[in-house]
């Protein structure tokens, strides 16, 4: 069983796009929606995710914070197309950008579409107390508020926040 220990962040400013050492495209979606995972009836999301000339199909465990269950499969990216096909909501486009800094890979994801001007760095870590630095540009802490996961955004997207939530207001 794979667990994931990630941290998430709202980024401030642009200082890691010169520390980012590759990058890679990604379309994804999901399978279930929100509203089945907020009424209980799913307690995974299934995600189709293709990043560059790779796809994967990745179950995730429905629990709020930094630690969840995760399952990720390596598949034809001809499969992805057709399952993304298939998703449900919207389907979230973004740039990975991968940025080392103080021992540990950040990745910052620059989010384009409807979720665009949204830019979110998750660090992963080894266990749940793991210390780190954290860079200048890792602005607020947005690990608890699920409405910054891809699962969130694909059913309402950045566009459709109002002026508070944008500003981080909860």
């Known amino acids: 069983m794979g667990i ?4 998430k962040f709202l980024v401030v400013g642009d200082a890691w796009r010169e ?6 495209p990604m379309a994804q979606g ?11 009836a799913m307690k995974a999301s299934v995600r189709v995710r293709i990043a560059g000339d790779e ?16 399952f990720d ?10 399952l993304l ?5 919207g389907l979230v486009d973004k740039r ?19 979720n665009a001007g949204l830019v979110v760095a998750e660090i992963e870590l080894p266990s749940a107390d793991t210390a780190f630095e954290r860079p200048a540009w890792a602005g607020r802490e947005v690990t608890d ?21 944008r500003a981080g207001e909860d």
């Open 96 to 114: 990975r950008h991968y940025v080392e800094h103080a021992g540990f890979l950040w990745e910052v994801d620059e989010f384009l579409g409807d």
């Open 30 to 40: 999901y399978l279930n929606d929100l509203a089945a995972m907020d009424k209980g």
């Open 85 to 89: 096909a298939l998703c449900v909501g």
């Open 19 to 24: 520390a980012a050492h590759k990058v890679a």
């Open 4 to 7: 994931e220990i990630e941290r």
């Open 73 to 82: 499969y390596p598949i034809p990216v001809i499969d992805a197309r057709a």
């Open 55 to 70: 796809a994967f199909l990745n179950l995730k465990s429905r629990e709020l914070g930094h630690t969840r269950q995760e």
């Open 145 to 165: 508020s699920s409405r910054y996961y891809n699962l969130a955004l694909s059913t309402r997207p950045f566009a459709q926040w109002s002026p508070a939530e």
